[in-house]
């Protein structure tokens, strides 16, 4: 079992910068493929970052490409999602999510725990 809280959320404005961070429970978190999602309202949920369990491989959707980076720290059983060059478009609900496939997990069905959400707003 993985417990995920998610932090960091809030409101910026365009152009800004917010680091959003996921604290997981439990002893295996180093072997799990981790992910980032988001749902802006009236929005499906939508894949934003994926790492796998050393950090090593990362995948991320154009649309954030170059403005998002994802990043794990094992040690501290804690995932990061620093994004840059925030747009009014970015405004949603951003979830962490963990997969115990381990390798890169690019789509929600393979995700088994999610965190509550935190909220990011960018203003224009």
């Known amino acids: 079992q993985v417990q995920l809280v998610e932090s960091g959320g809030g409101l910026v404005q365009a152009g800004g910068s917010l680091r959003l961070s996921c604290a997981a429970s439990g002893r295996t978190f180093s072997s799990y493929a981790m992910g980032w999602f988001r749902q802006a309202p009236g929005e499906e949920r939508e894949f934003v970052a994926a790492i796998d369990w050393s950090g090593d491989r990362t995948d991320y959707p154009d649309s954030v490409k170059g403005r998002f980076t994802i990043s794990r720290d094992n040690a501290k059983n804690t995932v990061f999602l620093q994004m840059i060059s925030l747009k009014p478009e970015d405004t949603a609900v951003y979830y962490c999510?963990?997969?115990?496939?381990?390798?890169?997990?690019?789509?929600?069905?393979?995700?088994?725990?999610w965190g509550q959400g935190t909220q990011v707003t960018v203003s224009s």
């Open positions: 999510a963990a997969s115990s496939y381990g390798g890169l997990v690019l789509i929600m069905p393979e995700y088994e725990y």
